[in-house]
């Protein structure tokens, strides 16, 4: 608890020194599940909801954007225990702002209900 409380201010003292706040340059996501019908699931695309997106025209904007999904595993590989799986939006999934995805490698299972990020680029501005 002390060393949270030491971080927290030895955070605001950099803020304050830099006067700038943080960049974040994605948007956060959630993933729902597999596409699927009623008897058959697709593993290949993933449905997410992205933060903030709450129909098809907005939807428009994220096509092609990369997706990562980042996960925490038991050993230690290049010096971090973080992994990622990176996607792509691939198309809208519905009309309230839902989309597909497709990963390198197919999200594991215990993925559902994870956060992933979506990146901002690349542009097709």
Known sequence: LCTRELQETMSEK??????????????????????????????HTSLLKIDNVQDKKDVEFYLGKRVVYIYKAQKEIKGSKFRTIWGRVTRAHGSSGTVRAKFQRNLPPKSMGGRVRVMLFPSRV
């Open 14 to 43: 950099k803020r304050q020194n830099n006067k700038t706040q943080p960049v974040r340059l994605y948007v956060k996501g959630c993933i729902l599940g597999y596409k699927r019908g009623l008897r058959n699931q697709y593993e």
